[in-house]
């Protein structure tokens, strides 16, 4: 089965409103007819401006977070109704970031997947292992108990919904990548994983990205791998030229 190769720009706590404006007006132009999908995930200040700028364009734009409760004294969050309204149509969850500095747990993230899939946005699940856990020759068993856990509830028409994207905790921001084949190895795992709770249809139709320090160097052979359908892209998706190599990858 034929799976369309996502990149997708994770901008992390980066760019104002204005710069938002002008990058992605930049951004449009350079990846004007790629083949590829094109996702930048961005700031909740920057969302308005991200839809506006893309309106037209080639580029989908997600958010980088959101609580799974409606509405409520949560102050400080933001719901996926408020996203939906936006227009948003993606959302990351359960980044290694957001678990280590804020104490998201598999629980809540499973609670996330399943309101984003109730209000039709498209999830991006992160999952992976930290730099003692590969060591100790547990990574597989880490990552499948993360997947496990994320998509309790989640129903086999809604699974192929879900994106995927493995992220070596080891290789986010610290320059270090996972070898083409190690990424490869855990992607392949991470949908074997999903074949066993959901079937060989499922699984050949679920995208799983691979995130760690992805550049322009590396991203063309990262892609061609079997079983890795894309990147989720750190530092790189700020600048125009090393995102849109990665876009064209």
Sequence with gaps: MSRRVLAAGNWKMNKTHSQAAEFIKEL????KGAKNEILICVPFTNLETALRETEGTNISVGAENMDYH?????TGEISADMLVDLGVKYIIIGHSERREYYAESDKTVNLKVLKALEKDIVPVLCCGESLEQREDGITAEWVRMQIKIALKGVSKEDVTKVVIA??????????KTATNEQANEVCAVIRDCIKELYG???????RILYGGSVNAGNAKELFSMSDIDGGLVGGASLKVAEFTTIVNA
Aim: net charge negative.
């Design 28 to 31: 449009a132009l350079s990846v």
């Design 70 to 74: 409606d509405s409520g004294a949560y």
């Design 166 to 175: 493995y992220e070596p905790i080891w290789a986010i921001g610290t320059g």
């Design 200 to 206: 060989e249809d499922a699984a050949e139709a679920t």
